[in-house]
């Protein structure tokens, strides 16, 4: 499964730290029956059988509704699982090298926060960047603020999908029109609510509109 541009519009990222008594597996499951787009297994402190087990789960979820399915940093975890793809930061794996490992099929995302870390990772094979953070944002302590500006500079130095994160939600979305960008990663805009497919639906409704 190669990355369109219109699979990157609702991109969901897992963060267990948001599901309460839920597990993992329902939890995005009621976000792509809110419209998610894009899933990405963010797993950070998990060990690996048990990180394996759970990328099979979701990677066969996704796959019913049609839906790609990348693991975020563990290229390992994504080739033993077939997953179709996987996210990479600055201080991970450089994109070529992902692309050496994954094949030409896969996806290969990477997060930048310049126009030099976009182009770099573009030439090196990304299929999609994502920018941020755009917003502040809870999620990560060590996002970098990335301004409109930045953002806007970064599309139209690439030619390759690139994806707004960080700290967005429905209210401030709207901010991001006209940066270039063809969607959005979020994670506690979609899984710290308690109603979590009527969020990712909301702010899909929202996305369609403006991007």
């Not at 499964?1 to 499951?29: F, I, N, P, Q």
């Not at 976009?118 to 299929?127: F, I, M, Q, R």
């Not at 308690?194 to 702010?203: G, H, Q």
């Amino acid at each position: 499964m190669k990355c369109d541009r219109r699979d990157l519009l609702l991109y969901a990222v897992t963060d267990r730290h948001w599901l309460g008594e839920r597990s993992l597996y329902e939890a995005v499951r009621e976000s792509l029956d809110g419209g998610a787009t894009f899933i990405q297994l963010r797993e950070k402190n998990l060990d690996e059988e048990s990180f394996l087990k759970e990328a099979r789960e979701l990677k066969q979820l996704c796959r019913e509704y049609n839906v790609p399915f990348v693991i975020n940093d563990n290229v390992d975890i994504a080739i033993k699982t077939d997953a179709d793809g996987v996210h990479v930061g600055q201080s991970d794996m450089e994109a070529g090298d992902v692309r050496a490992l994954l094949g030409p099929d896969k996806i290969v995302g990477v997060s930048a926060g310049t126009v030099e870390e976009a182009v770099l990772a573009e030439k090196k094979g990304a299929d999609y960047l994502g920018v941020g953070a755009v917003f502040p944002t809870g999620s990560k302590d060590d996002a970098a603020y990335v301004s409109y500006d930045t953002l806007k500079a970064i599309c139209e130095a690439v030619s390759i999908p690139v994806i707004a994160i960080g700290g967005i939600t429905k209210e401030n979305v709207v901010e991001l029109t006209g940066s270039g960008i063809c969607g959005i990663a979020v994670i506690s805009a979609v899984y710290a609510n308690k109603d979590i497919k009527r969020a990712a639906k909301e702010l899909k409704n929202i996305v369609k509109q403006i991007f």
